[in-house]
């Protein structure tokens, strides 16, 4: 069974940066399609950002060119780096793992197959 922890949130001041963790533990990561979503308070869970198996890279628009999404196989890691944090940004953030492998991203959060519980994040000065 693939287990998914998310890590690195916490409060930051808008325009900082932070960068959260998604440890895969249960399967090797490899080829794996990880997608990051995030639910703001009264809001839907929305997609961020997603990196298929083959280390392509896709953002929703408003993640592109502040958000960084990588993935390090060998720790079984996937990590979603933020830079220019605004408020509208505070939301949990989760990270999803879709099968089968080497698939391509689709965003749709029913597709996921496994979720980590979550890590917040809060742009607040």
């Known amino acids: 069974q693939v287990q998914l922890v998310e890590s690195g949130g916490g409060l930051v001041q808008p325009g900082g940066s932070l960068r959260l963790s998604c440890a895969v533990s249960g399967a090797s990561s490899v080829g794996y399609v990880i997608t990051w979503f995030r639910q703001a308070p009264g809001k839907e869970r929305e997609g961020v950002s997603c990196i298929s198996g083959y280390d392509t890279t896709f953002y929703e628009d408003f993640a592109k060119g502040r958000f960084t999404i990588s993935r390090d196989d060998a720790k079984n890691m996937v990590y979603l780096e933020f830079f220019s944090l605004k408020p509208e940004d505070t939301a949990v953030y989760f990270c999803?793992?879709?099968?089968?492998?080497?698939?391509?991203?689709?965003?749709?959060?029913?597709?996921?197959?496994?979720w980590g519980k979550g890590t917040p994040v809060t742009v607040s000065s």
């Open positions: 999803a793992a879709q099968e089968p492998k080497w698939t391509l991203c689709t965003f749709k959060p029913h597709e996921m197959q496994y």
